[in-house]
């Protein structure tokens, strides 16, 4: 059964950096493209980072500035987003998804895609 679970998020003040981790248990990392998404307080849930299985194609939310660094290393079973220069805006839980993806390199950062998802962990951002 695969699961996922999120860490590294807390509360941080404005333009400090978290990285935050998804750590896949189950299967192996390298056959699933796995997205970062975040939901903020009465807020719907938005993509903002994806990977593609083993080479790692990345796709990044358009609204989203290249603060946002999304990477694998598939010998850990993990796969960090890396934030920098957090604002308050950044405040939200933020969750990663999975999904098995045999044809290719490929990822997306819409939700309905991915099979399996995380508990979550929550980024506070203080101004």
């Known amino acids: 059964q695969v699961q996922l679970v999120e860490s590294g998020g807390g509360l941080v003040q404005s333009g400090n950096s978290l990285r935050l981790s998804c750590v896949l248990s189950?299967?192996?990392?390298?056959?699933?493209?796995i997205g970062w998404f975040r939901q903020a307080p009465g807020k719907g849930r938005e993509g903002v980072s994806c990977?593609?299985?083993?080479?790692?194609?990345?796709h990044y939310n358009n609204s989203i500035e290249d603060r946002f660094t999304i990477s694998r290393d598939n010998s850990k079973n993990t796969v960090s987003l890396k934030i920098n220069n957090l604002q308050p805006g950044d405040s939200a839980i933020y969750y990663c998804?999975?999904?098995?993806?045999?044809?290719?390199?490929?990822?997306?950062?819409?939700?309905?895609?991915?099979?399996?998802w995380g508990q979550g962990t929550h980024v506070n951002v203080s101004s």
């Open positions: 189950g299967m192996a990392l390298d056959v699933f493209a």
């Open positions: 990977i593609g299985p083993s080479d790692g194609v990345t």
């Open positions: 998804a999975a999904q098995s993806w045999y044809s290719g390199t490929y990822c997306s950062l819409q939700r309905l895609w991915y099979s399996y």
